[in-house]
């Protein structure tokens, strides 16, 4: 690698939410990045969401933080309106050609005024709202746009198809922005890597004329649906038909529109439909009150983490009804123009409903330019369309330097998504180890203005936050409201108040009105202050004189059938936080140094994968087992659904990890002692030689899980009664003697009071060993008794295999469990089959039991140690389940594999890349900046009785002996304010949340 020239620079393909990630990954870790979107902006898909779940958080809102931040970035440039079109060089010493198409508007002048769109005479369908509303041939993407610009459509564009004509956006432009002379241009950038993540296309909701798309008004495609409930969309998030605007009463949903169809779609599953179908019917119900909604599905595939658990909240909580059928005719009221919906039901009858509006839950498609891309980079596709990559090195293409992310490899969900996207950039950062930060920029921030002397400056900028805060808080209202508050110098509300152009306006406010203390009412400080704080840094203001009120979940969302008092909350606690803003002082964080070493608990695949990919980076790694060998329960794999040996990965993984020079192994040993703070850590190890002190700046918890036990169905009582990894090893071994019939029972101890979560291996792993059995004998009668098969994306088409090869499949319900007798020379299973309506007796030479996963033992001390949450099933909880999947709360600890919830091998390998470009991210910098909001000691007042001391969880309170005085390591505060509650004297305060300024706030919500 030394003698060839590296470039310390990556271009990422797509700027959705893969593609966004990848890029904030690897400028965080040194690199410079060029993001090329063939769009006009970046955002992708999930910039048309109204809402994610399984937290129904505004994905706008959540989405923001991440396009400001790219969009702000020094080390990214975006390259918007563009393709890549060749690919020449080599890894590590790339030449791209990059083709830009003409925006015919300069985005350096463009101020986002919409004076130009508003006196252009085109209008065309808006493709961003799914075809359900407008926009003009001058025109920005989305409200929240980045780049904050708008861009002419030269396919629509009078002007442009005859120069003679029109030009009134130029006119009436008042920045001069507007050139439609603009040519296009080919930019040639040298690289050093490329990752693509050109995302997916919505399938078409016409595959089957028969659902009536495109025929009736009232039936729409799941991404028009979300534009309906979005507030950004064409009905401003009021929830009406396309055919009249009237709030509809009753809505089905039909899973599988072209997804799970050989015939008129794709025989892959899409893996996202069955969520975000729940996601609908759930959010539909918030905008009309009453709103009945129905499923159609076919197998509902919850499979994701906490995924079981939204289905059964709506279910249960919400009375979505879900209904296992196909729909087999979709018809219209000529006169009330309801859709007749016509199904059979299990027992072969037929029923007809009517629903206001049908929607088609359509699947992913790989992008229509991957082929193009594909040639243009000299890479291979799958048989679907899809990038093509080898099971146990997630992310590779077939060209060396070329990697993969999103959905650009597969249908996935957002988590994985994001996963995905930090593994390519962890896997380039690998590559380019050796030049990290030689083309790396750092950003400064104007001299900040002195305030101390100035009366307070308010001001207050307040959020609709789409329809989560609009739809129930009068937000003009609360706006003017603010005007009135002493102070308070100007007022003003967004739509949006963490998108970037609303960023730039806070910006321009402050200087304009000469703002000295900013109130953003919004939702929750835990992820938005930081970037509302950024901005006043970037505006010269001292970034701790801000206050953020929830006006969300304090207000929107806790009162949402009470505007009138949520309303008026909404305003005392608007009054609350200028009252304590007023008082806020500037504060002054301390740098530290760093240790650049990581920590990284279990050796199991993804311990290894994660040790390594961090150790190849040039980090030294500490890497920690509890037992005697590396591999985890890799070990006891013999294959995978595709043909692959989880054995021998893990004792190749495990030969990479003795040699390497970087890691310093440690087996037979455990965690006894946690000291320390982010970028400084000291643990104490337990090892066969004794206790072992190491220090270190970031953690990953890779510990895995265990397979779980049970004593249903005569396990363990009966010889003919196993479990699914049991078999495996028979049939990797002497076979299953001859059995003949052998029958398998799905979701044994998962699904049910004690595991209410689905262990995603089991159906996985039927299949596999069904195929296995069918394979060495295919007279062998199998059958798999099952409430969902959840067989995600391209898992599907094994299904699908199994069918073929007369597997036979029988759900049941957890009303209606099989049950099990021993009988002479095996077992006898009863089963009540759904379709014919009777009991089957099964006589059995061989009963497979399909168990699940469950936390790791001492998963408890470990979270206690790190003082990192556990969700309810015992998992360790990530910071947020779509956009850190693999972070915690607290910077600087990070987690993979089955530590975080159950998964296949090939995703616990791509978490733990992805784990590792996140800890790069912090090993990489300098310095690392303390926190502001730390506690603080009045010598005057201080007694030395040392109950802050032991109150402190941290180590950051000593007692100074010479003056008897407790002191604060500010470097080691993390501002809990536990501190400040155990001092008797008064003596204790935190920066930020002073007695004075929290009864200001309470003198300001009585008065």
Same mark, same amino acid.
């Given at each position: 690698?030394?003698?060839?020239?590296?470039?310390?620079?990556?271009?990422?393909?797509?700027?959705?939410?893969?593609?966004?990630?990848?890029?904030?990954? @690897?400028?965080?870790?040194?690199?410079?990045?060029?993001?090329?979107?063939?769009?006009?902006?970046?955002?992708?898909?999930?910039?048309?969401?109204?809402?994610?779940?399984?937290?129904?958080?505004? #994905?706008?809102?959540?989405?923001?933080?991440?396009?400001?931040?790219?969009?702000?970035?020094?080390?990214?440039?975006?390259?918007?309106?563009?393709? /890549?079109?060749?690919?020449?060089?080599?890894?590590?010493?790339?030449?791209?050609?990059?083709?830009?198409?003409?925006?015919?508007?300069?985005?350096?002048?463009?101020?986002?005024?919409?004076?130009?769109?508003?006196?252009?005479?085109?209008?065309?369908?808006?493709?961003?709202?799914?075809?359900?509303?407008?926009?003009?041939?001058?025109?920005?993407?989305? #409200?929240?746009?980045?780049? =904050?610009?708008?861009?002419?459509?030269?396919?629509?564009?009078?002007?442009?198809?005859?120069?003679?004509?029109?030009?009134?956006?130029?006119?009436?432009?008042?920045?001069?922005?507007?050139?439609?002379?603009?040519?296009?241009?080919? @930019?040639?950038?040298? !690289?050093?890597?490329?990752?693509?993540?050109?995302?997916?296309?919505?399938?078409?909701?016409?595959?089957?004329?028969?659902?009536?798309?495109?025929?009736?008004? =009232?039936?729409?495609?799941?991404?028009?649906?979300?534009?309906?409930?979005?507030?950004?969309?064409?009905?401003?998030?009021?929830?009406?038909?396309?055919?009249?605007?009237?709030?509809?009463?009753?809505?089905?949903?039909?899973?599988?529109?072209?997804?799970?169809?050989?015939?008129?779609?794709?025989?892959?599953?899409?893996?996202?439909?069955?969520?975000?179908?729940?996601?609908?019917?759930?959010?539909?119900?918030?905008?009309?009150?009453?709103?009945?909604?129905?499923?159609?599905?076919?197998?509902?595939?919850?499979?994701?983490?906490d995924f079981e658990k939204y289905y059964d909240r709506a279910r249960i909580q919400h009375g979505v009804k879900y209904?296992?059928?196909?729909?087999?005719?979709?018809?219209?009221?000529?006169?009330?123009?309801?859709?007749?919906?016509?199904?059979?039901?299990?027992?072969?009858?037929?029923?007809?409903?009517?629903?206001?509006?049908?929607?088609?839950?359509?699947?992913?498609?790989?992008?229509?330019?991957?082929?193009?891309?594909?040639?243009?980079?000299?890479?291979?596709?799958?048989?679907?369309?899809?990038?093509?990559?080898?099971?146990?090195?997630?992310?590779?293409?077939? *060209?060396?330097?070329?990697?993969?992310?999103?959905?650009?490899?597969?249908?996935?969900?957002?988590?994985?998504?994001?996963?995905?996207?930090?593994? #390519?950039?962890?896997?380039?950062?690998?590559?380019?180890?050796?030049?990290?930060?030689?083309?790396?920029?750092?950003?400064?921030?104007?001299?900040?203005?002195?305030?101390?002397?100035?009366?307070?400056?308010?001001?207050?900028?307040?959020?609709?936050?789409?329809?989560?805060?609009?739809?129930? !808080?009068?937000?003009?209202?609360?706006?003017?409201?603010?005007?009135?508050?002493?102070?308070?110098?100007?007022?003003?509300?967004? @739509?949006?108040?963490?998108?970037?152009?609303?960023?730039?306006?806070?910006?321009?406010?402050?200087?304009?009105?000469?703002?000295? *203390?900013?109130?953003?009412?919004?939702?929750?400080?835990?992820?938005?202050?930081?970037?509302?704080?950024?901005s006043l840094k970037e505006a010269g203001i001292n970034p701790y004189l801000f206050e953020q009120a929830n006006i969300?979940?304090?207000?929107?969302?806790?009162?949402?059938?009470?505007?009138?008092?949520?309303?008026?909350?909404?305003?005392?606690?608007?009054?609350?936080?200028?009252?304590?803003?007023? @008082? /806020?002082?500037?504060?002054?964080?301390?740098?530290?140094?760093?240790?650049?070493?990581?920590?990284?608990?279990?050796?199991?695949?993804?311990?290894?994968?994660?040790?390594?990919?961090?150790?190849?980076?040039?980090?030294?790694?500490?890497?920690?087992?509890?037992?005697?060998?590396?591999?985890?329960?890799?070990?006891?794999?013999?294959?995978?659904?595709?043909? =692959?040996?989880?054995?021998?990965?893990?004792?190749?993984?495990?030969?990479?990890?003795?040699?390497?020079?970087?890691?310093?192994?440690? /087996?037979?040993?455990?965690?006894?002692?946690?000291?320390?703070?982010?970028?400084?850590?000291?643990?104490?190890?337990? $090892?066969?030689?004794?206790? *072992?002190?190491?220090?270190?700046?970031?953690?990953?918890?890779? $510990?895995?899980?265990?397979?779980?036990?049970?004593?249903?169905?005569?396990?363990?009582?009966?010889?003919?009664?196993?479990?699914?990894?049991?078999?495996?090893?028979?049939?990797?071994?002497?076979?299953? %003697?001859?059995?003949?019939?052998?029958?398998?029972?799905?979701?044994?101890?998962?699904?049910?009071?004690?595991?209410?979560?689905?262990?995603?291996?089991?159906?996985?792993?039927?299949?596999?060993?069904?195929?296995?059995?069918?394979?060495?004998?295919?007279?062998?009668?199998?059958?798999?008794?099952?409430?969902?098969?959840?067989?995600?994306?391209?898992?599907?088409?094994?299904?699908?295999?199994?069918?073929?090869?007369?597997?036979?499949?029988?759900?049941?319900?957890?009303?209606?469990?099989?049950? !099990?007798?021993?009988?002479?020379?095996?077992?006898?299973?009863?089963?009540?089959?759904?379709?014919?309506?009777?009991?089957?007796?099964?006589? $059995?030479?061989?009963?497979?039991?399909?168990?699940?996963?469950?936390?790791?033992?001492?998963?408890?001390?470990?979270?206690?140690?790190?003082?990192?949450?556990?969700?309810?099933?015992?998992?360790?909880?990530?910071?947020?389940?779509?956009?850190?999947?693999?972070?915690?709360?607290?910077? %600087?600890?990070?987690?993979? %594999?089955?530590?975080?919830?159950?998964?296949?091998?090939?995703?616990?390998?791509?978490?733990?890349?992805?784990?590792?470009? *996140?800890?790069?991210?912090?090993?990489?910098?300098?310095?690392?900046?303390?926190?502001?909001?730390?506690?603080?000691?009045?010598?005057?007042?201080?007694?030395?009785?040392?109950?802050?001391?032991?109150?402190?969880?941290?180590?950051?309170?000593?007692?100074?002996?010479?003056?008897?005085?407790?002191?604060?390591?500010?470097?080691?505060?993390? %501002?809990?304010?536990?501190? !400040?509650?155990?001092?008797?004297?008064?003596?204790?305060?935190?920066?930020?949340?002073?007695?004075?300024?929290?009864?200001?706030?309470?003198?300001?919500?009585?008065?």
């Amino acid at each position: 690698m030394t003698d060839q020239k590296y470039f310390g620079s990556v271009l990422v393909v797509g700027g959705g939410i893969s593609g966004m990630q990848s890029a904030l990954d @690897l400028a965080e870790s040194g690199y410079r990045v060029y993001l090329v979107e063939k769009k006009p902006a970046i955002g992708g898909t999930m910039a048309r969401l109204d809402k994610t779940f399984p937290t129904n958080d505004c #994905a706008m809102c959540t989405m923001s933080p991440k396009l400001v931040d790219v969009g702000r970035h020094l080390n990214i440039e975006i390259i918007t309106g563009a393709e /890549l079109i060749g690919l020449e060089g080599e890894a590590g010493n790339f030449k791209a050609k990059v083709l830009q198409q003409a925006r015919c508007v300069d985005i350096s002048k463009c101020i986002g005024c919409g004076a130009c769109a508003e006196v252009c005479p085109v209008k065309v369908q808006d493709d961003f709202d799914a075809g359900l509303g407008q926009r003009k041939a001058i025109y920005k993407l989305y #409200a929240q746009a980045t780049p =904050n610009a708008f861009a002419v459509d030269k396919t629509k564009c009078l002007k442009i198809k005859n120069p003679k004509a029109c030009g009134k956006c130029a006119k009436e432009c008042p920045a001069g922005a507007i050139d439609h002379a603009m040519a296009d241009t080919t @930019l040639e950038l040298e !690289v050093g890597a490329v990752i693509l993540s050109p995302g997916f296309e919505p399938m078409d909701g016409d595959l089957r004329g028969e659902f009536g798309w495109g025929i009736y008004q =009232n039936v729409v495609t799941s991404l028009q649906f979300e534009r309906l409930l979005s507030a950004s969309g064409p009905t401003m998030g009021h929830l009406v038909r396309p055919s009249d605007h009237v709030e509809p009463k009753r809505i089905a949903f039909l899973q599988c529109v072209g997804s799970r169809d050989k015939a008129k779609g794709n025989p892959y599953c899409s893996a996202v439909c069955c969520m975000y179908a729940t996601k609908h019917a759930i959010i539909a119900q918030e905008h009309e009150a009453g709103l009945e909604t129905k499923i159609f599905y076919m197998d509902i595939r919850a499979y994701g983490k906490d995924f079981e658990k939204y289905y059964d909240r709506a279910r249960i909580q919400h009375g979505v009804k879900y209904e296992k059928a196909m729909i087999s005719s979709v018809k219209e009221d000529p006169q009330t123009k309801n859709i007749i919906v016509k199904y059979r039901n299990p027992d072969g009858s037929f029923n007809e409903e009517q629903f206001d509006m049908l929607v088609l839950s359509v699947g992913l498609k790989p992008s229509a330019g991957n082929q193009k891309l594909a040639e243009a980079c000299q890479i291979q596709l799958d048989d679907f369309g899809f990038c093509k990559t080898v099971e146990f090195s997630p992310g590779l293409t077939t *060209r060396e330097g070329v990697f993969a992310g999103g959905a650009f490899c597969a249908p996935k969900d957002i988590p994985e998504t994001v996963v995905d996207a930090s593994a #390519a950039a962890a896997n380039a950062s690998r590559l380019l180890s050796q030049v990290r930060g030689s083309l790396s920029k750092k950003k400064e921030y104007p001299p900040e203005r002195d305030v101390t002397s100035e009366d307070p400056r308010v001001g207050v900028f307040v959020c609709n936050c789409g329809i989560n805060i609009g739809s129930v !808080v009068r937000v003009p209202e609360v706006a003017e409201f603010a005007k009135t508050i002493p102070n308070v110098v100007h007022s003003e509300e967004f @739509l949006f108040s963490c998108s970037q152009d609303s960023i730039e306006k806070i910006k321009e406010r402050i200087k304009e009105h000469q703002l000295n *203390r900013v109130v953003v009412a919004s939702c929750t400080p835990r992820t938005h202050a930081p970037l509302f704080m950024s901005s006043l840094k970037e505006a010269g203001i001292n970034p701790y004189l801000f206050e953020q009120a929830n006006i969300r979940e304090h207000s929107s969302w806790v009162h949402r059938d009470n505007p009138a008092a949520a309303t008026e909350k909404a305003k005392d606690l608007v009054k609350m936080a200028v009252a304590k803003v007023k @008082l /806020l002082k500037p504060v002054y964080t301390s740098f530290m140094d760093i240790n650049r070493k990581a920590l990284v608990i279990g050796g199991g695949v993804a311990g290894m994968a994660n040790a390594l990919n961090l150790a190849g980076q040039g980090f030294q790694v500490i890497l920690v087992e509890r037992t005697d060998k590396l591999g985890g329960h890799a070990l006891d794999g013999r294959y995978t659904m595709k043909g =692959n040996n989880p054995a021998e990965l893990a004792a190749k993984l495990a030969g990479e990890v003795q040699i390497h020079p970087n890691i310093d192994l440690n /087996l037979n040993s455990t965690i006894k002692k946690v000291a320390g703070y982010l970028g400084n850590y000291k643990t104490t190890l337990t $090892t066969p030689a004794g206790e *072992r002190d190491v220090e270190h700046g970031v953690v990953i918890i890779a $510990t895995g899980a265990d397979q779980a036990t049970t004593s249903e169905y005569l396990y363990g009582q009966h010889e003919a009664v196993c479990t699914q990894r049991e078999l495996e090893h028979k049939l990797d071994g002497s076979g299953i %003697g001859g059995a003949k019939t052998v029958v398998m029972i799905q979701c044994v101890g998962s699904r049910d009071e004690n595991r209410p979560y689905c262990s995603r291996i089991c159906c996985y792993n039927a299949i596999k060993n069904a195929l296995k059995m069918k394979e060495l004998d295919p007279t062998v009668n199998i059958f798999i008794i099952y409430r969902d098969i959840r067989t995600y994306g391209f898992y599907e088409t094994y299904y699908a295999e199994a069918r073929r090869k007369g597997v036979v499949f029988i759900r049941y319900t957890l009303d209606n469990k099989p049950r !099990v007798e021993p009988r002479s020379n095996g077992l006898k299973v009863h089963v009540k089959d759904p379709i014919l309506n009777k009991i089957l007796e099964l006589d $059995t030479d061989l009963l497979v039991l399909s168990t699940g996963i469950e936390p790791a033992k001492g998963t408890d001390t470990l979270s206690q140690l790190f003082k990192v949450s556990l969700n309810a099933d015992g998992f360790f909880s990530e910071a947020h389940m779509k956009l850190r999947p693999i972070d915690f709360a607290a910077d %600087g600890l990070y987690l993979c %594999g089955l530590a975080h919830s159950p998964k296949l091998i090939d995703e616990s390998i791509a978490q733990a890349n992805a784990a590792a470009v *996140r800890a790069v991210t912090m090993l990489s910098k300098d310095k690392l900046e303390s926190l502001g909001n730390v506690a603080m000691v009045n010598p005057k007042w201080c007694k030395g009785c040392g109950l802050c001391i032991e109150a402190c969880s941290y180590g950051a309170r000593v007692m100074n002996e010479m003056t008897h005085v407790a002191e604060v390591l500010d470097v080691l505060c993390q %501002g809990c304010g536990a501190c !400040v509650a155990a001092c008797p004297s008064g003596a204790c305060q935190q920066k930020g949340f002073e007695k004075q300024q929290i009864i200001a706030m309470l003198d300001a919500s009585n008065s």
